[in-house]
């Protein structure tokens, strides 16, 4: 027994053992030795230390592993080519894929010019003059001078951005632009409708006037006058642009000063530059469309407004056939409606189908009295009655509700005024001080008026909001007046007191 308790001293305890690193490179190397641990408060903590062993289950952590070949970047389009106010003359090349979806943008390397529906006001946003000379388009859709865009560019430092919606700008990103203006349409204005035709299939719309016009792979000619209603155009006319844009920038060049001609000679040189650049020639071939037409009505100034269903029905039950439609309708303008294009519109109207989704399009309804008979005027009476109630009914709501946002500016404007008119002149109510001695001094009217005048609004709001809450009477009172009138002594005045204290029962 003696014997273990002195084995037991002498053993070592390995938690109490300290040790440096030059004495443990010099221990032998003993293989069944094994290096202390250390204490646990002396233990680093790891940065990915598992603690699902806290958890009442068991997280299993995956390595990351980073991988040092970066992925490419998906370059991102714009998407002012799925607006229907723009519309784009392309490179030669196969542009099959869409015809079936409508919705895919474009890339802007195969932009070679972009035709823009602008307004009557357009202007250079960096020289303000409405006349844009020579007028180039970034990415973004916003459009400039050329030789303002060049001057741009040289003064800029560091990353170029769009001087309006500060989008990257780059000299290589720029194409030629051909503005066309239009007229804001309205109800109750004359308008000119143009009958188009889509053969089924394809996105080429063409006028009902024109004859057959030669295509590429459905696609027309950037030459062709139906070729402003399409989207996508094969551009062949480089040559001419060329040539006129020549001559403009030399027609501005006597009126110009020294750094406006500095400017003006760059952009005639890039013309050189693209003058020597080759575009392959395409072949245009006359295809019959044996596939069938979709026939519809489009403003003649190529702006998405379409002919609304109902007229067309009318127009169909007058004529019976589509080919003989009016090619051009000049009439009154009763309703527009706004239309969000989705997956259904586009199965469901056939002169929405060439349209992108969510692309803005508008139903215009117009006056058919003197175009279609009388039977068939009183045939489609109903729905029409039906519309105009409708019409008649969203007009009221509109009314009220301007009536509505009126009333309530105009009430701001009041409150803006007092308040103005008390911060320019405020009226500040006398201070009160106490007399030395508790004398009542008797007002005349004359000083009550003068003090009353004194007071500010805001020290009248002040003394409302120090004034106590009314306290409600508990219990029914009419009830026990009718109660003491009953009675033989006669009515009394009941207090607070008698309103609240217990009642005992009978």
């Known amino acids: 027994m003696q014997d273990d308790l002195i084995a037991k001293s002498q053993q070592v305890v390995p938690q109490k053992f300290t040790y440096s690193k030059k004495q443990y490179d010099n221990f032998p190397q003993d293989p069944s030795y094994k290096k202390p641990n250390q204490p646990k408060s002396k233990q680093k903590k790891k940065a990915n230390s598992n603690a699902s062993g806290l958890l009442g289950f068991k997280v299993d952590h995956k390595e990351q592993i980073t991988s040092r070949i970066s992925k490419p970047v998906q370059r991102m389009l714009s998407d002012i080519t799925l607006s229907p106010y723009y519309r784009y003359s392309v490179i030669p090349g196969d542009y099959h894929i869409y015809h079936s979806d409508p919705s895919k ?25 409405n006349s844009l000379l020579t007028a180039r388009a970034n990415k973004c859709g916003h459009y400039y001078c050329w030789p303002c865009i060049i001057r741009y560019l040289w003064l800029t430092q560091g990353t170029k951005k769009c001087p309006v919606c500060n989008d990257s700008l780059r000299a290589v990103d720029l194409r030629p632009v051909s503005l066309h203006t239009y007229q804001n349409v309205s109800e109750n204005m004359v308008a000119e409708f143009s009958l188009m035709k889509r053969p089924k299939g394809t996105i080429s719309i063409f006028r009902q006037s024109d004859q057959n016009e030669p295509t590429n792979d459905s696609f027309l000619s950037s030459a062709s006058p139906s070729s402003y209603f399409n989207k996508i155009s094969i551009y062949t006319n480089a040559k001419q642009d060329l040539i006129k844009d020549k001559q403009d920038l030399l027609s501005a060049m006597p009126s110009a000063d020294d750094f406006e001609k500095t400017s003006i000679q760059r952009a005639l040189d890039l013309l050189d530059k693209y003058n020597s650049e080759t575009i392959q020639n395409t072949e245009f071939v006359n295809n019959p469309f044996s596939c069938g037409f979709y026939y519809f009505y489009q403003l003649s100034d190529t702006q998405p407004y379409f002919l609304h269903p109902i007229n067309v029905s009318m127009l169909k039950k007058e004529f019976n056939d589509f080919e003989l439609f009016p090619p051009v309708l000049t009439r009154k303008i009763i309703e527009i409606e706004r239309v969000y294009v989705t997956e259904q519109d586009q199965r469901r109207y056939g002169q929405l189908a060439h349209l992108a989704k969510n692309a803005i399009a508008y139903f215009v309804e117009i006056d058919m009295r003197g175009l279609c008979s009388n039977s068939v005027l009183e045939y489609y009476k109903e729905e029409l009655v039906k519309r105009a109630k409708a019409r008649q009914k969203y007009k009221r709501i509109e009314n009220k509700i301007q009536a509505q946002i009126s009333r309530r500016r105009k009430g701001e404007e009041e409150a803006n005024n007092l308040l103005n008119s008390y911060f320019e002149n405020p009226v500040i109510a006398p201070v009160m001080t106490l007399p030395s001695k508790p004398e009542i001094k008797q007002q005349t009217p004359v000083e009550e008026e003068v003090k009353i005048e004194s007071k500010s609004i805001w020290s009248n709001f002040s003394e409302v909001l120090k004034r106590p809450p009314r306290e409600k009477p508990k219990g029914n009172v009419q009830a026990e007046l009718e109660k003491k009138e009953d009675d033989e002594v006669g009515p009394k005045k009941l207090t607070l007191f008698d309103l609240i204290k217990p009642r005992s029962n009978p």
């Not at 890339?107 to 946003?125: F, M």
């Open 105 to 129: 943008p474009l890339d802007w390397d195969i932009i070679k010019k972009v035709h823009i529906l602008a307004d009557s006001e357009s202007k250079c946003p960096i020289c303000l003059e």
